[in-house]
């Protein structure tokens, strides 16, 4: 997939599209920050439709494997990625603000040029843990865990 895929939001929801394929990992550009690599490709799928109140809706879902950064050993961390979210779409500025407030569902503008593999990279980043870590008697360093934490303590005391 070389052309970007471009969506026109509003549109899309309309005429209860959907779209769905594959996207190298490679491909995000921002997620590469959070991956210990950047192999393989993930599933993705958006479709939209109005909700039973007639708010424009695209849900998205994202199925893969990603390798994360263990936050203790800093070593790769199989990530499977199972994901559907619901997205808002909002008409302005303010509905967005206003819609925000209840903070329980991603919204975005009304985009006639939407990106989808924007669209797509948000929502995994918004999904991936804060903190990833191996499980304790996975993580290489487990038994580094007690030195450096006492060692970061003594830094901070001075
Ligand atoms: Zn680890």
Redesign the pocket.
């Known amino acids: 997939m070389s052309a970007r895929t471009v969506i026109d939001a509003l549109d899309f929801v309309r005429c209860t599209s959907s779209h769905h394929g594959k996207i190298t990992i490679d491909k995000f550009v921002r997620l590469q920050d959070y991956l210990a690599d950047s192999q393989g490709e993930l599933e993705y799928k958006i479709s939209g439709a109005p909700d039973k109140n007639g708010k424009s809706i695209i849900q998205v879902t994202i199925k893969g494997k990603i390798n994360l950064h263990?936050?203790?050993?800093?070593?790769g961390?199989a990530y499977i990625l199972d994901l559907q979210s619901t997205i808002l779409l909002a008409e302005n500025e303010s509905e967005l603000s206003h819609l925000d407030e209840t903070g329980s569902i991603d919204e975005i503008l009304v985009d006639s040029d939407t990106d989808v593999l924007e669209l797509i990279e948000d929502e995994i980043i918004l999904s991936l843990p804060i903190s990833p870590?191996?499980r304790e008697e996975?993580?290489?360093?487990?038994e580094l865990t007690n030195s450096y934490a006492i060692g970061k303590n003594t830094i901070l005391q001075r």
């Open positions: 263990c936050q203790r050993c800093l070593g961390l870590r191996h996975e993580c290489p360093a487990r």
